[in-house]
């Protein structure tokens, strides 16, 4: 799970690093289909 936190949250900075959203407009998730978790940057952060 901390793997999968960690890929989100750099993905979360990637947008913003290569101009596909503005501020904090925008979110990226995953997802553990075996564990039926879901890692998503909340609104706003």
């Given amino acids: ?3 999968l936190k960690e ?3 750099k ?3 990637d947008l ?3 101009g596909l959203v ?3 407009w ?3 998730s995953g ?7 879901v890692v998503i940057k909340p609104s706003g952060v």
């Fill in 1 to 3: 799970m901390e793997e």
């Fill in 7 to 9: 890929k989100v949250f």
């Fill in 11 to 13: 993905a979360n900075l």
């Fill in 16 to 18: 913003v690093k290569n």
């Fill in 22 to 24: 503005l501020f904090t």
């Fill in 26 to 28: 925008g979110n990226v």
């Fill in 31 to 37: 997802i553990d289909r075996e564990k039926g978790l």
